[in-house]
């Protein structure tokens, strides 16, 4: 593993959820949700994920948080006495232990939260779960939650259908909190709210991320977000992260074409500022039939042949700066207008 600052590092990550046919059920290929992917985020830093929907996103979040079981690869966590354990191979019995320090925000503030369950019970729950409170120790460590998110504590005993979508929100960035987690998986955790409530949400994280010294994978489809929030960013490709750098560096200076593509279409807020949309041509390659070579060469106006035949290697291109394309250090891409 890396530094001692290296709280998490997911090396070669795949899923493959098989394709059955048939009366027998025969596995007659795979869907390759996540192919090989490589990330590391540092205790206290937020590595911002982003991609097109369905590229494997959320599927690499539940695999790290092992809510669904990687098919292969390795996921290494610093524990608080600064040990490195493999996730991967850990018991369902010691693995509920490091559930503590790893714990997830939904993208649906309405669906993620139980509407026959109170405030105090929804927050409360994994403090039962994990044997952290109970009674009065209970209900005190709930309304310090509520407090902590910006929600009134006199409302430990109402539904969540009293709420606003950005107050449930909260409700379930207190109900992650309560186990004193390390890392938060943040999942398209502001898309399905309004942008003054997601300016708000977004407010909330860093200030909980100071505060308790947090680490965040967060995951949106929302470049704008993406750049408030990130120290580090993953671009993701069919399965496949095809970059990564620090946040600056990615939208100054790109090394992957798709990423080139998903900055052209970043808004700006300037009527003077002309931009040049490049719209790519074709559909997103299929995980279950991904193209050869590199999976991004049919949509690519780079692309040459070896494109086609040969995968491209995801390493350092420049100083801390990985990218998966033959000619990244070659060619010179454009960045986000306004950078």
């Not at 097109?52 to 695999?63: A, Y």
């Not at 798709?258 to 949309?277: F, G, H, I, N, Q």
């Not at 494109?307 to 290697?313: D, Q, T």
């Amino acid at each position: 593993m890396g530094t001692e600052a290296t709280l998490l590092e997911v090396n070669a990550m795949k899923k493959y959820f098989p394709i059955k046919k048939g009366f027998l059920k025969r596995t007659v290929g795979y869907v390759k949700a996540v192919d090989d992917v490589h990330l590391t985020i540092n205790e206290g830093e937020t590595f911002g994920l982003v991609g097109e929907s369905g590229c494997g996103k959320s599927t690499l979040g539940r695999c790290i948080l092992r809510a669904i079981e990687p098919t292969e690869g390795s996921i290494k966590f610093r524990n608080q006495k600064g040990n490195v354990v493999d996730i991967t191979e850990l018991s369902p019995k010691d693995l509920r232990n490091y559930r503590r320090d790893m714990q997830l925000i939904f993208q649906d503030p309405y669906s993620s939260l139980n509407p026959r369950m109170t405030v105090l019970n929804i927050i409360g729950e994994p403090l039962i779960c994990n044997k952290i409170a109970s009674g009065n120790q209970l209900r005190e460590r709930v309304k310090s939650l509520m407090e902590v998110v910006g929600l009134n504590s006199k409302h430990l005993e109402r539904y969540p259908h009293a709420f606003s979508g950005g107050q449930r929100q909260r409700i379930g960035i207190a109900r992650a909190l309560a186990t004193n987690p390390r890392l938060l998986i943040c999942d398209e955790s502001v898309s399905a709210l309004d942008v003054s409530i997601q300016a708000q949400i977004l407010n909330l994280l860093e200030d909980l991320q100071e505060q308790f010294n947090l680490s965040y994978l967060f995951i949106s489809h929302d470049l704008g977000v993406i750049q408030h929030i990130s120290d580090k960013i993953g671009v993701m490709y069919v399965g496949k992260m095809v970059e990564s750098a620090a946040t600056d560096d990615v939208f100054k200076n790109p090394k992957h074409p798709y990423t080139e593509s998903l900055l052209s279409a970043k808004p700006v807020p300037d009527p003077r500022v002309k931009k040049e949309r490049i719209v790519l041509q074709g559909e997103v390659a299929n995980p279950a039939n991904p193209p050869s070579g590199c999976y991004f060469h049919p949509r690519c106006k780079y692309a040459k042949d070896i494109c086609r035949k040969k995968a491209p290697a995801f390493e350092e291109v420049a100083p801390g700066h990985f990218a998966a394309c033959h000619f990244a250090k070659d060619l010179q891409l454009t960045g986000a207008a306004g950078q």
